[in-house]
């Protein structure tokens, strides 16, 4: 089992996201309202302020989504079908797919019909 973290930078491409993993047979997902932790610096804490330039304006928000998978290459295959809509993940402010091995797992998921 596989835990599978996507990191959307740009909430317009959260639709598109969630797409692919309906396409991949993920429909078990959490998804949370997050910031990164430059933009907090950059707005909340005078002392960095000087990160405001650096970091180029944009959202202070971004999404962040939780899933399982039993499949160790789903972030790569997720990559490749959002390629073909043409989201570059490599491209930098877009996102990141990270997967992280289970070592255990408690508790059952909520069915969502399809």
Do not use: W
């Amino acid at each position: 089992m596989y835990l599978l973290l996507i990191i959307i930078h740009k909430e317009e491409l959260l639709e598109d996201v969630l797409s692919c993993l309906v396409e991949l047979g993920v429909t078990d997902a959490v998804i949370i309202d997050t910031q990164s932790m430059g933009k907090v610096l950059a707005y909340k804490v005078p002392i960095f302020a000087g990160l405001r330039f650096q970091l180029g304006g944009g959202r202070p928000y971004s999404k962040t989504i939780l899933a399982l998978s039993e499949d160790k290459n789903i972030g790569e295959q997720i990559a490749n079908l959002l390629k073909e809509v043409d989201i570059d993940i490599e491209v930098p402010g877009t996102g990141r797919i990270i997967t992280v091995k289970v070592e255990s797992l408690f508790g059952t998921s909520e069915e969502i019909p399809l």
